[in-house]
């Protein structure tokens, strides 16, 4: 290599000396752009940004794009849609429907979820993992198979719980021919379903509650429930609102359950957000309208999420 | 860039070009349908899976031997339409704008798709000239301003008439259903058939009910229970909105049809208000209901389960109203996306499936069950000799006075589709029946509904 550079003219060495050195210094310039955590973090990331953006962010972006559209698909029309659903009846019983549907069930997911954490960690060690997980299986089973075995105990015309009711003498429930119980069925089976996530998320909150703290107000003798009040809820108090937010956004975009067991009757009286959508995008050939029904979700949550993570902010700095 | 080597004089004037442009197009579309047995290379479709066994395979067969016959090959996916997955594949692609060459489309689908598919009026001119009137109810859906843009296929079309319990009927209600509507129409006495009218099935319905055995009739928002009381509706003069965009559900008819559903749906068990599509199947087929309004799938069922049910089973024309005898109907049809690479293999290929031999194959495959949107073909033999007992589903196509009927017409499709899938008949029927609202309200609430669906 250097008999070649030797034999080389003096301004072609020059180029080539210049090459070189411009080469490592770009060499050196990867070098430290990798060396950057941050950089190294963005690329790691990258295949997961773009699936992102291409199966969420696209669709939601074209989505909004389609709610502004005429039925046929042919005209801009604004705003017009969200007016026209604004003036129908059967939607305000969709947006109070949806409200009681995800309110109700969040309610006793997170009750359920946190009386059942603290049942199971005062168990002993040993069985607690044994309960943790039989508790876990609702959440593991896949909705829509779940669903189709809960369609069958509340089945209109065979259900199983009427024949236990009618084995003991008492009358049969319409369970889904009545709208009130049919309401009922739907908010029972999302609650059976997404219980378990409260719980397991609860008990992981409750396990890194420090010992030395319950400790201190035994010593101060507080009895259970001023613990539980002025040590586990304060303790938690991040954990539980993230999860209600968490639980809000996906229970009011619940399609499963309800177009499984109801399909928004009797008389439109279960249709949640997801399930009118459907009707009206995909069953009736309206898409402008059903994505417009679909994005009405997007503000009630979007100011969920505001004040909830604006709370956990507060408190994160208040512990910080 | 290439230039004429024509002399100027004897060069086309661009008036001329697009004159002759303008004869070829109207030529081309004024022309009788001319096969070109030029279908090499390959096609696929996205079809609609069978609820039978084994009647796929007939579909397959059939076009295998029309792939072997013009040298192309066919691959046929079969979509179910359980969760709606037919629909949900077919908005996918017309709005990818890519897919299979042939699609399956339910009910109001053709409608929805229209701008994505390819006029078929060549073809269905032809089969109208092998076979004569198509269903009024197929051309209300598939014909689209003037253009055919899918064609009725047998398989998976369907009307929706009574399905009787002979037995029970005989003995609760003292009406042989098998005498009426013998396996034979030549032998149909028409003072007989008058005497089937929605009255007669009220009173049936009251006996049969007090004896334990009530009809079954769905009340939910799904298309067994649109269609059946679509059909009453007609039957009963009820019109929704007119050609011409009017409401006029606000009327005697309405009034008088829903005082009388008012009576039929108290003889009726209580959890019809929540049945899907399979609820009145079950109901026979358990034994305990004597009377549906759907296609021999629930008799098919029952024969594998319970065959004594299915012995006693008689499917025949719906009862008679003050406007006439309807009965709902729902074909399918088969569209060629605009996108599609092979349009012309794909037209070839829908019309050999569509002649009366591959029909008779396919009605054969379903027990009867597939119905073709051409009445002359219902001379096919499978009706005549499917059993138990022999004859039973010979009623299944529309014969006699019965004309089809479908929810939403003479309204324009796009309201029509509208009406029918958001199912404003049976929830008005449902608040005035079983939420007990009063009847002004509720006409008041379908007005309201109605004038929903107008919507540009």
Redesign the interface.
Known sequence: MADTVHTLSPPLQRNRLQGALAASSTVRGLHQVLRRRSTVAFLMCLPLILIIASLVVYPALYSIYLSMLNKAQTRFIGLGNFRFLLSRDVFWMVVQQSAIFALTAVFFKALIGLITAHLINNLPAKGQRKWRGMLLVPWVIPLALSSLSWWWLFDPTHSAFNYILASFGHDEIAWLSNPYWARFSVILVNVWYGAPFFLIMYLAALKSVPEQLYEAASIDGANAWQKFRHITLPMMRNIIAITVLFSLIVTFANFDIVQIMTAGGPRNMTHVFATYAFLLGIRSGDLPLGAATSLFMFPILAVAAIFILRGVRKRGREIG | MTQSRLPASKRPTRRQVLKSAALGSAAAVAAPYVSGVYAAGSLSLGVWDHWVPGANNTLTKLCNEWGAKNNCEVKIDYITSQ??KD??TA?AEAQAGTGHDIMSHRD??I??HQ?VLEPLDDLIAKLIQQYGPISPVAEYLAKIKGTWRGVPTAVGSQVKPCCSRIDLYKQHAGIDVTEIFPADESKWDQAKVDTWNWDTYLTAAQKLHKAGYPVGLP????SDAVDWVGALFNAFGVVMVDAKDNIKINSDETRTALEYLKKLMAVN????????DA?NN??LI?GKGSNIMNPPSAWAVAKRDNPQVAANCWTHPMPKGPKGRFVGQLPQFYGVWSFSKNKPAAKELLLYISQKESIAQLVQASYGYDLPSFKSMYDLDTWKTVEPPVGTVYGYPPRGDEQTSMLGFPARS?VG??IY??AINT?MV??FT??NEKLDDVIK?AE??LE?TL??
Do not use: C, F, H
């Open positions: 969760g709606e629909k949900l908005a109001w689908n409608r929805i701008n009340m939910g928002q799904t068990p209580p959890e019809v208000y929540a049945w899907d609820g079950r109901w358990s796009d589709a509208q899938n958001q929830v449902a608040k079983q939420g609430w309201g509904e929903g919507r540009a």
